[in-house]
Nanobody, 117 residues
Framework: QVPVAESGGGLVQAGGSLRLSCAASGRFFSRSVMGWYRQAPGKQRELIATITSGSSTNYADSVKGRFTISRDNAKNTVSLEMNSLKPEDTAVYYC???????????WGQGTQVTVSS
């Protein structure tokens, strides 16, 4: 069983919204730092948002004010609400589940988000 799996990607027009979800398996979720990363063609994977076990959040400047990360420890899920999408948000989005000291570190398979102009 894949430890983390994303869903919710797709094609959207600029200015639109999408909600990504990540389902995590195993007993580590509530203790994990959850993160969303993205990788655009020809670019390095970049961190865009994290949420700690205590629900403290952090965002990349490029998405601050537009994206919101949240988690539901009862359902072992983390979500990324993306608003005011721009063509430059086009990328494969990955969910990450890790411990604070990287004792465990799992990646999903990624989900494509395409924003048309």
């Amino acid at each position: 069983q894949v430890p983390v799996a994303e869903s919710g990607g797709g094609l959207v027009q600029a200015g639109g919204s999408l909600r990504l979800s990540c389902a995590a398996s195993g007993r580590f979720f509530s203790r994990s730092v959850m993160g969303w990363y993205r990788q655009a063609p020809g670019k390095q994977r970049e961190l865009i948002a994290t949420i700690t076990s205590g629900s403290s959040t952090n965002y990349a400047d490029s998405v601050k004010g537009r994206f919101t990360i949240s988690r539901d420890n009862a359902k072992n899920t983390v979500s990324l609400e993306m608003n005011s999408l721009k063509p430059e948000d086009t990328a494969v989005y990955y969910c990450n589940m890790r411990s604070s000291n990287y004792a465990w570190n799992y990646w999903g398979q990624g989900t494509q988000v395409t924003v048309s102009s």
